[in-house]
């Protein structure tokens, strides 16, 4: 494995010239570690070593103060001495020349297999480190050469890696390589290093970007169409080579995500495709990653003609206007500091921060995008070579370029020195004393007081030509703060700002925010759609913060967005309408299932840009009209079934919106909801009706009626809740079977009816389910026949029937059907609510019903407002004993809801303060159900509410905070609780 040294030499003649002094943070712990290290060479036989070790000089005092400030190079030391030892032969710049002949050589050896490739590049990755920081920390390598020493050593990493995995498919069959001694040549593989390594400006412990293309052309494609999954397999293979950690540490950690569209294209793409995607939905800040762009490994000819192909995609011919703009709307993105407030030093992302090194990189890649097409001068890869070109042409001043430069140096010196103590990718200055102490002397400064002091006056000074550069673009985010999407590494800043305004995942948002302006969806596929998403972005996000759940309303916009079909309205819309704006926002932060409705069928959306919406009233009249209006015409059965559901989704989304808008109260939204549900349901009978009849025919005097159950009854119907039927039909006694081309006898004829109708209502179709079913509630529940004859019905109301069923028909209301029928049967339902019982066994069975529910079906928690004792239940076995015992005070005609039936309890039954105190509860219930239903698909989670929905919950019930809120459903429970016992417990004992 090891390189063929040179014959040792039996002078002691040391080969690194320190440049520097060093100060160590503490000079007896460093001499001790030295110390230790020239124990670990006398236990490798490295005699030599461990003499000059032991000595006194100035090359010990620097070696002792560099293996005390950087545990990684002491520990490296430590286990491989014998990397010290080696520059007695020769020095750094030879020794790395060597190391990388090694590596070409390691990847085309006969016996070479993936395991001993690895472990051989993570031990020659180990060595060149150590002495590439060993001559930076010593100042014998200036930061230039620093960096063009770790992009040499990636490539060649990357390319040993390449031509092993060529050689090992050309072997297997799987390509076919025209000279298997030069693999690459020819291969179709194109590796292009992007952004540092591109530029061959990597840092210590950096990434490395790779974008993977193939050309299915290549003389070394056996199967073109197979060449897809081939490459993407090569490359993970790649991956694993470069980036797995074993017992020998890693290579080089890899990232792929810079290629087009991560999120839905393979690990390799075809060129055409790759091309075919920049030129068509190409973003201006993959024009700019694109700068950096350069082969790095594979096959290079192909690689350089692939970017010479993208050259008209990256330098725009003309002055580009389109580039300014989208750089100007990027920077109103961004707020410019131009030098005010003060900078911390500890903590500071050297990197991201204010005045750090990506501004550098920015400042110059803009200019390059702007006038690169023009001169091709201005097309260069590496940063501080491009501040001298844009100096040369008078794009920026000669101030400019060599304060930008004498920075940029510096601060890739700072990075450099944080990441070589530990080996650690990251960019943030220490927050301790220490760490900062470590930094300053590792930097040659004499403390840390005097590094802090050159580290602001740096970072002033980048930020000062930084913000200059956009002075004229105006701020459309003012307030909001600093903002900024571009490029694939977050801006540290924008994760404060996006922290700010209330996102508890800011990481996550900039990479939703730049898939939702990718031109992936139909929605951003112009230009002009993805200029005003941009735009709108700031009050998006500080809209989507103010509902609390901010994470998760982005992610719901993004699902949204995927699937409009234009956005350019939507956006302009949103941009001028704030009020709009919010409520958007409120949807997608507090209320869940409104937000699935709108994201599964944006069509919905329409609904809400018609500005009467807040003002109309959504009553039986209004629907009944819309209704009629969308449905009207000669329909196919299918068609009409199709836009009844598209009608009900839109409408209870409407209806939603008025509520959580605080246009109508959760009462009047109940009535609503069930007016919809009468309406959409009687068209679908008739619709069955009718679609049944061509096939089947008539019954002579056959008639159909649909009597609601429970909260369809009570006319308390929620965004969420099931429907219970009971489909009652009548016919002429003498009546046989029905006039149809396949005739059926009535029972049959009605039964199958009613499962059509089940069909047309709950089956899930493309444009969703009208509403779920429940006919339990029909006389004898599942075991009885889906439709009932009403003598039957009523025989069996007088007869057969449970108290419990009485009680639920205090609930039952006819919502469709034959008129006559529906009449005769509200009559008999009245008739047999007014029956004689007795009182105090209706009292009991109730009473004993409640506890034998409770025990059951015992509440999930304080929330569980249906089950809570206290809780609705409770409320309705009041108000349907009251019915069947003949409590309550008729005024006309028989109600059906819960609370007209507690309004008018009778006297003798409940005073007027408990009368009050269970209207109250009730409203409260009410409120709170149909809010929480309303946005939440499944259960209410007491320990994660959004906070969005907390505070439609205080401001439905008027309450002032939640733990009031809580206090308060608490307190009333307690009291229903009490009521109940009085009313239902007391007077059954």
Not at 265 to 282: F, Q, S, W
Not at 308 to 313: T, W
Request: aromatic share 6%; with cysteine; hydrophobic share 45%.
């Amino acid at each position: 494995m090891a390189v063929r040294m040179a014959a040792k030499r039996i002078d002691t003649e040391w080969r690194l010239q320190p440049a520097a002094t060093l100060l160590p943070l503490d000079a007896d712990r460093a001499r001790r570690e030295l110390s230790e290290i020239a124990s670990a060479a006398a236990e490798e036989g490295l005699a030599r070593l461990e003499t000059f070790l032991a000595a006194e000089g100035v090359d010990q005092d620097l070696l002792a103060a560099v293996f005390d400030l950087s545990p990684f190079l002491r520990d490296v030391a430590r286990r491989r001495p014998q990397i010290l030892d080696v520059l007695f032969d020769t020095d750094v710049k030879a020794r790395l020349a060597a190391i990388g002949e090694a590596i070409g050589k390691a990847a085309r050896a006969e016996t070479v297999s993936e395991q001993s490739l690895m472990m051989e590049l993570r031990q020659w990755k180990t060595e060149s480190h150590f002495l590439i920081a060993l001559a930076d920390l010593a100042g014998e390598a200036e930061p230039a050469l620093t960096v063009r020493r770790l992009s040499d050593l990636a490539d060649a990493c990357t390319r040993a890696a390449v031509d092993f995995l060529l050689r090992d498919a050309h072997g297997q069959g799987k390509l076919r390589l025209p000279n298997p001694e030069n693999p690459a040549r020819q291969s179709g593989w194109i590796l292009l290093g992007m952004g540092k390594l591109g530029a061959h400006e990597l840092n210590f412990s950096s990434d490395i970007d790779l974008v993977v293309f193939f050309d299915p052309d290549a003389p070394a494609i056996v199967d073109p169409l197979d060449a897809t999954e081939l490459f993407a397999r090569l490359t993970r293979r790649l991956v694993r080579i470069l980036q797995d950690r074993t017992e020998h540490g890693y290579v080089f950690r890899t990232d792929l995500r810079l290629r087009p569209d991560p999120g839905s294209t393979p690990l390799a793409i075809p060129v055409e495709a790759a091309l075919h995607y920049y030129e068509g939905r190409g973003q201006n800040w993959e024009r700019a990653a694109m700068i950096k762009a350069r082969p790095v490994a594979g096959d290079l000819a192909a690689g350089a003609a692939f970017l010479k192909e993208l050259q008209p995609y990256v330098w725009r011919k003309y002055m580009d206007y389109a580039a300014i703009a989208d750089v100007h709307s990027i920077k109103r993105q961004i707020h410019a500091h131009k030098g005010h407030g003060e900078i911390a030093v500890k903590g500071h992302n050297v990197k991201l921060g204010r005045g750090g090194i990506r501004e550098i990189e920015f400042f110059v890649q803009t200019q390059q995008l702007i006038a690169g097409g023009r001169f091709p001068e201005l097309r260069g890869r590496e940063t501080v070579p491009m501040l001298g070109q844009l100096a040369a042409r008078g794009w920026i001043t000669a101030d400019a370029r060599d304060a930008l430069a004498r920075q940029y140096w510096f601060l890739r010196r700072v990075e450099h020195a944080i990441q070589m103590v530990a080996d650690e990718q990251t960019h943030i200055l220490p927050e301790s004393d220490e760490g900062l102490e470590r930094i300053a002397r590792m930097l040659g400064f004499v403390d840390q007081a005097r590094f802090a002091e050159a580290f602001r006056a740096s970072l002033q000074q980048v930020e000062r030509h930084y913000a200059a550069l956009f002075e004229t673009a105006p701020e459309l985010s003012a307030g909001v703060g600093n903002l900024v999407f571009t490029g694939d590494v977050d801006d540290p800043d924008t994760l404060q700002t996006l922290q700010r305004l209330g996102f508890q995942r800011p990481k996550c948002q900039p990479r939703m925010t730049r898939q939702m302006s990718l031109g992936r969806y139909r929605v951003t596929l112009s230009a002009e759609a993805r200029e005003r998403l941009t735009e709108l972005t700031p009050a998006l996000l500080k809209a989507f913060g103010q509902t609390r759940r901010a994470d998760e309303a982005v992610m719901r916009f993004d699902e949204f967005l995927a699937g409009l079909p234009a956005g350019i309205q939507l956006f302009s819309l949103l941009q001028s309408n704030p009020a709009l704006l919010k409520l958007m926002a409120t949807i997608m932060g507090a209320a869940p299932r409104l937000a699935a409705i709108i994201t599964r069928r944006p069509h919905v959306f329409d609904g809400l840009l018609d500005p009467a919406l807040l003002a109309e009233l959504p009553d039986r009249a209004y629907l009944s009209a819309r209704l009629a209006a969308f449905i009207e015409g000669d329909r196919a059965y299918e068609d009409v079934l199709d836009r009844l559901r598209i009608f009900a989704s839109e409408q209870k989304f409407l209806i939603g919106v008025r509520l959580l808008a605080g246009a109508i109260d959760p009462a009047r939204a109940g009535r609503a909801f069930s007016d919809l549900a009468d309406l959409t349901i009687e068209a679908a009978l008739q619709a069955v009706i009718a679609e049944f009849a061509l096939r089947h025919g008539s019954i002579a005097g056959g008639t159909v009626a649909l009597l609601g159950m429970g909260k369809l009854g009570s006319r308390e119907l929620t965004a969420g809740s099931d429907v219970d039927l009971i489909l009652l039909y009548d016919h002429d006694p003498d009546a046989e079977e029905s006039d149809g081309e396949k005739p059926l006898a009535p029972s049959h004829y009605y039964t199958r009816m009613t499962q059509r109708l089940i069909a047309a209502v709950s089956a899930p179709t493309a444009e969703g389910v009208l509403y779920e079913l429940d006919l339990r509630l029909r006389p004898s529940g599942n075991k009885g026949p889906v439709a009932t004859h009403v003598d039957a019905f009523k025989k069996y109301q007088r007869q057969d029937a449970w108290t419990w069923e009485h009680m639920a028909l205090a609930r039952a209301r006819a919502i469709g059907g034959d008129a006559a029928l529906c009449a005769e049967v509200e009559t008999e339902v009245a008739a047999v609510l007014a029956l004689q019982r007795d009182a105090p066994k209706v009292v009991a069975e109730a009473s004993e019903m409640r506890a034998l529910i409770e025990k059951e079906k015992p509440p999930r928690d304080r929330w569980d407002i249906k089950l809570i004792p206290g809780g609705l239940i409770d409320l309705e076995f009041i108000a349907q004993v009251a019915v069947l015992t003949g409590h309550v005070v008729e005024a006309g005609r028989r109600v059906t809801a819960t609370a007209d039936i507690l309004a008018r309890l009778s006297p003798d039954f409940a005073g007027a303060d408990v009368r009050q105190q269970l209207c109250d509860a009730y409203a409260l219930y009410l409120a709170l159900t149909q809010m929480i239903r309303l946005c939440l698909t499944g259960e209410f989670q007491r320990d994660d509410v959004p906070p969005g929905l907390s505070d439609l919950l205080l401001a439905v019930t008027d309450l002032p905070d939640f733990a009031v809120l809580e206090a308060h459903l608490k307190d009333t429970s307690r009291k229903v609780r009490q009521d109940f016992d009085l009313l239902l417990r007391a007077k059954n004992s």
